[in-house]
């Protein structure tokens, strides 16, 4: 994906690039519409009279309170968008509030009603009425009655959306549909080609170059984005291997080195820049290209379910059954190679991926450790990853099932006191163990 994407992307989940873009074809609207009712000559006899307006005083008075009902519900959708974001972080986490950002139709209500207070400013300023010229934009102002009623529809479905979209299981929801969305893609994405059942030694392929360079951060920040495309380029262009220190969702220093760029030719300074060019660093973690900050956002909703404060297990329950999802799906799914190959097959670049390991111990590591007191959530836990084992064919991806299965086991021994649970606990985590056996 090239990084003009990224950006168009980050643009789309705040509230001023729709709304903005609302207002300026409100605008062009208003023109045109005042332009044709300049150019057409309307006869008021007939039904038509029911409909358009043909008195300066009507003409203002219909576009006043429309535009005045406009700004006024515009302040209150305001308002009411601050309070969900506001119970929607106090409940489920301030990370959250991006996620309620991308919702279109929140961008959608606001810029309908600015954007239809901006175009009755704008025909209201032409209505003219003098002895000399007289102007009544009929055409223009029958848009604006039909653009308040549509608001008002607008209006009830907005209100519903609000109602449904602070639901924990709604959150959930989109959040495992959004997750589902990034591992079919199977996060970092390609960079250049892969290929099958190669075992390459790193050592060697660095031995055939004759010139390291650091390339090291330029800002600290969050690691946000790779336009991999634009990079296999770059280090193809220059017959030389990249090695990244680094993925998507690490936090960089300024100085710190995060690749380091293997040459047999003194690399410029101008490839150097071009290089740091295909790394987006910001100061807020994204979910484009880090599968791990989607999930932290379930796992966040389940550790504050787990809180003493709010001590609501069903919604905990609730992550872990749509991440045992996400984690049956990748126990089958393919995770690429950190060695990528240009298409001459050459080695080009050596990545820092994400391992299947390392999802589910964001996954489940806080759950867990979040689980203290709650028999129910430790229970769920093994009956997860004994869901997650019937998907595992891999020796090592089982292994990992494996060991978070004696961890859940060992803090059940610790923490639940009926022997029914305690003995329920085992029942499932047998099964499981017993594949380490085997």
């Known amino acids: 994906m090239k990084k003009p994407l990224f950006y168009l992307k980050e643009l789309l989940a705040t509230f001023w690039f729709l709304p903005v873009l609302i207002m300026c074809f409100s605008v062009f609207l208003a023109i045109g519409l005042v332009y044709l009712d300049r150019m057409v000559t309307i006869s008021y006899d007939g039904w038509l009279r029911f409909f358009l307006v043909y008195h ?19 302040g209150t959708v305001f308002s009411v968008t601050l309070v969900a974001l506001t119970l929607a972080s106090s409940q489920f986490g301030p990370r959250l509030i991006k996620n309620f950002m991308y919702v279109k139709l929140n961008q959608v209500v606001l810029g309908s009603y600015i954007s239809t207070y901006l175009y009755c400013l704008l025909v209201l300023n032409a209505v003219k009425d003098s002895d000399d010229y007289s102007f009544i934009p009929s055409i223009s102002i029958f848009a604006a009655i039909l653009a308040a009623v549509a608001n008002i529809i607008l209006l009830i479905v907005f209100i519903h959306q609000i109602a449904i979209s602070i639901q924990a299981d709604k959150v959930i929801s989109e959040i495992s549909d959004f997750i589902s969305e990034q591992v079919n893609t199977l996060f970092p994405e390609n960079m250049g080609e892969e290929k099958e059942g190669e075992d390459i ?18 800002k600290s920040g969050y690691f946000q984005y790779i336009d991999s495309n634009t990079l296999m380029e770059v280090v193809a262009e220059q017959k030389a291997l990249l090695e990244l220190n680094y993925r998507p969702g690490s936090y960089l220093v300024k100085g710190l080195e995060i690749a380091i760029f293997y040459t047999n030719k003194k690399l410029e300074e101008e490839v150097v820049e071009k290089l740091l060019g295909q790394f987006v660093i910001g100061k807020t973690k994204t979910a484009q290209q880090d599968l791990e900050y989607s999930i932290h956002q379930m796992v966040e909703i389940a550790a504050r379910a787990l809180s003493p404060g709010v001590n609501d297990p069903f919604t905990a329950i609730a992550c872990i059954d749509n991440l045992t999802t996400t984690m049956c799906y990748l126990a089958q799914a393919k995770f690429p ?3 990528r190959f240009d298409e001459e097959g050459s080695l080009r670049i050596i990545a820092d ?14 759950i867990r450790q979040f689980s203290t007191g709650s028999t129910a959530v430790i229970i769920r836990l093994m009956e997860a990853l004994k869901t997650i084992l019937e998907f595992t064919s891999k020796k090592n991806y089982k292994n990992a099932v494996i060991k978070h299965a004696e961890m859940v086991l060992a803090l059940g021994e610790r923490e639940i006191k009926e022997k029914n649970d305690l003995d329920d606990l085992r029942k499932r985590a047998e099964k499981i163990l017993k594949k380490k056996e085997a």
């Open 56 to 74: 300066s005083d009507s003409a203002r008075s219909i576009l006043s309170t429309i535009s005045g009902a406009m700004i006024g519900v515009a």
């Open 201 to 218: 030694d790193t050592l060697v392929a660095i031995s055939a170059y004759k010139i390291r360079t650091s390339i090291k951060s330029p």
């Open 337 to 339: 190679s950190k060695y």
């Open 353 to 366: 991926i994400l391992d299947f390991e390392g999802v589910l111990d964001a996954a489940f590591n806080q």
